[in-house]
């Protein structure tokens, strides 16, 4: 059913920007990605210390906008909304533009319940179009959805990396997925980093902030922002999400020295609003719970005022340490990360 100008002027007045960030707009410099395996840390190396990388008086600065709205089971209803807020994003001089989890397709076993009759054909037409919105306002996007493999395999639960010409760069699987994700998705076995306006940034969805070793792994690479999209929302009420996201986001940061863009759906009931963490364990800017909003914060960023580094040797993680949990596909479709949706 299509839009009411009503419907429109509402959603649209639902789009509240808070914490403007003073750098201008420029032009982007988008560097190739390090996305296989064979990209994963080396243990024996010493550690890079991201956060330090760059600093707060660093001339390049990379302008990131993170949205929060209540995603939904119909992905032409949530495209309205990153629609919207790619042009707020864009208003305000921002690089990239950040969705969150399933934020276009949906979250299984929560906004439908199976992908059996999924209409792949409309989540696809939907991605089409933001790709063009992409090219047409020159921002990138990372755009939380879910990558059809084929008729027999799970797909997997995915943020595309979307670049100022409307390409797919890269694709993130979500690596660790909680019991409830692996009745409906394939796990994802590959991390993701890319260099933008001179930062380079990595990829991750939700129940990855509980495993360590993905922070760890993201700091080995060399990334100095966290670019993690969740779902902890559509719930009846308070349980223990409403503390563990606030308190684990910072601390992985304050570990291994990185920042964070940490977003969440505001479906009610939302557990908690989308922030900006910083490496001395801090929260910049938080948006409120149960609304829709957005957040632009500019990086490489600096402390706060009376903030410190924490951690001066990040720790190493084991030989045998895993990197998913679930089970991957083997398909050519999950391997490559510039499949079409």
Not at 85 to 90: E, K, L, N, S
Not at 119 to 143: F, I, Y
Request: hydrophobic fraction near 35%.
């Amino acid at each position: 059913m299509p839009t009411t100008s009503k419907e429109k002027i509402t959603r649209r007045q639902a789009v509240q920007v808070t914490g403007k960030a003073l750098a201008g707009a420029a032009g982007l410099n988008a560097l190739s990605s390090l996305t296989s395996g064979a990209g994963l840390p080396k243990f024996g190396a010493a550690p890079h210390l991201g956060g330090a990388a760059g600093g707060a008086n660093s001339s390049q600065k990379l302008r990131i906008a993170t949205c929060q709205f209540p995603v939904g089971g119909i992905p032409a209803e949530n495209a309205n909304y990153i629609r919207d807020f790619m042009h707020a994003a864009a208003g305000q001089g921002a690089h990239l533009l950040h969705t969150s989890e399933g934020s276009l397709s949906g979250y299984a076993g929560s906004d439908f319940a199976t992908f059996e009759k999924y209409n792949w054909d409309a989540l696809r037409k939907e991605v089409a179009d933001l790709r063009t919105l992409a090219a047409n306002l020159k921002m990138w996007l990372v755009l939380g959805s879910a990558h059809f493999l084929d008729e027999n395999a799970k797909p997997t639960n995915c943020l595309y990396l979307i670049d100022l010409q409307g390409e797919i760069v890269d694709r993130y699987d979500k690596s660790f997925c909680t019991e409830g994700d692996q009745k409906y998705y394939s796990a994802g076995n590959r991390l993701v980093t890319h260099e933008i306006q001179g930062v380079k940034v990595g990829l991750a969805i939700c129940y990855d902030i509980c495993w360590p070793q993905l922070y760890i792994a993201y700091r080995k690479m060399g990334v100095t922002v966290m670019i993690h999209s969740m779902y902890n929302a559509g719930d009846k009420g308070k349980n223990c999400l409403d503390t563990l996201n606030n308190r684990e986001v910072p601390t992985r940061c304050a570990d291994n020295r990185l920042w964070a863009v940490a977003n969440n759906s505001s479906k009610p009931y939302s557990h908690w609003g989308s922030f900006i963490a910083r490496p001395d364990a801090t929260i910049a800017k938080e948006l409120e719970i149960n609304k829709p909003g957005m957040l632009v914060h500019d990086f490489p960023d600096s402390l706060a005022p009376d903030g410190w580094y924490h951690n001066h040797w990040p720790m190493e993680m084991a030989e045998n340490t895993i990197m998913t949990w679930g089970t991957p596909s083997d398909h050519p479709r999950q391997r490559d990360g510039q499949s079409e949706p």
